[in-house]
């Protein structure tokens, strides 16, 4: 975790505490009125997408693990990863059922491929973790056409749980109000740009002030790539997009007893995390 760069005086206090990576570091909790329901992990099975070695993802599972739930699916892009997670959740808790599932969340072909994978494997989830994300520096583009990290941080995520959702409805039938949930990591990131409607692929199309990123951006989170890309501003969009996902099941789905959280988990030395680009200014 690094310090910002160029700090401006004054600047801490009206803006978040960002390190370079592009991830907060959170002084108190953010209160909620929502009240919490224990989490009951049984027989219920539970999924977490973006497993692999030393990421949050595998030590999710390893704790979920430790519940002994009756399915412990884990969704990510390696498989090679996936089976090193599984082959430490097996060794760990022999008792635990362990499926893995392939999923490309940049590619909509992938998601809808490991939907029907999961839905092959069973016909209720209790618990959906949407762990998996990236960051890059330089501008990229799904399949679809969507700038990477909106596509994979949000509209991947978004169309798998839309895919998922008759499986957490069948197992929100016979779970306790509110005990089925969908859990979506976001970032303190999310504080330097809001979803821009009007540029979502971050192509320099003029957005209006209210869709427009924090400035000016401090130290290093002000750099672009050549082509005017910031890869901070389109992952900080991305974050924002996960927290006004949630915000709308929690809304839509709470009558069906299926509720919604999203959260920071701290800053921890991300494996594939790149550096910013030594670049211009935007
Ligand atoms: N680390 C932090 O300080 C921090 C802070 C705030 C928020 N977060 C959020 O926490 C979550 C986990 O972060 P992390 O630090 O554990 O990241 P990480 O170590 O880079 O792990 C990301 C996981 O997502 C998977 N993934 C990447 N692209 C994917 C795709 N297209 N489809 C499916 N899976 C994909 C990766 O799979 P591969 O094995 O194929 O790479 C990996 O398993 C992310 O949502 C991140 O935004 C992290």
Redesign the pocket.
């Known amino acids: ?1 690094l310090p910002l760069a160029n700090e401006r005086p004054g600047l801490r206090s009206r803006q978040p505490s960002l ?1 370079r ?4 570091r959170v002084s108190s909790p953010p209160s909620s009125s929502v009240p919490l329901t224990p989490l009951l992990i049984g027989p219920s099975p539970v999924l977490v ?11 999710t599972v390893l704790n979920l693990a430790a519940h002994n739930p009756g399915l412990l699916i884990l ?4 498989k090679s ?2 089976q090193e997670v599984a082959a430490e959740i097996t060794a760990k808790h022999p008792a635990t059922r362990v499926e893995i599932v392939v ?5 909509q072909k ?1 998601i809808r491929q490991a939907a029907a994978d999961v839905t092959a494997l069973t016909d209720t989830l209790d618990l959906l973790i ?6 890059v520096t330089s501008r990229q583009a799904t399949p679809e056409g969507i700038e990477q990290q909106f596509g ?2 949000h509209i ?1 995520p978004f169309l798998f749980t839309n895919l998922l959702l008759p499986l957490l409805r069948n197992a929100a039938k016979t779970s306790p109000p509110g005990a089925t949930r969908v859990v ?6 999310h504080r330097l740009s809001p979803i821009r409607f009007s540029d979502y692929n971050f192509e320099g199309k003029p957005v209006p002030p209210e869709e427009d990123h924090f400035k000016p951006l401090p130290g290093a989170f002000g750099k672009c790539t050549p082509d005017g890309y910031n890869g901070i501003v389109t ?1 900080a969009q ?2 924002t997009a ?1 927290i006004l996902f949630t915000l709308y099941l929690q809304t839509h789905l709470a009558e069906l007893g299926i509720s919604a959280y999203t959260l ?10 790149p550096a910013a680009p030594e670049n211009p200014d935007c």
């Open positions: 975790m390190t990576s592009g991830e907060g997408t973006g497993v692999s070695p030393k990421g949050i993802g595998s030590t969704a990510s892009r390696t990863r996936l999923l490309d969340l940049g590619s992938s949407n762990n998996a994300g990236i960051v994979t941080n991947g979506s990591l976001s970032s303190a990131g992952y991305s974050k996960n920071h988990p701290g800053s921890e030395s991300a494996s594939q995390t």
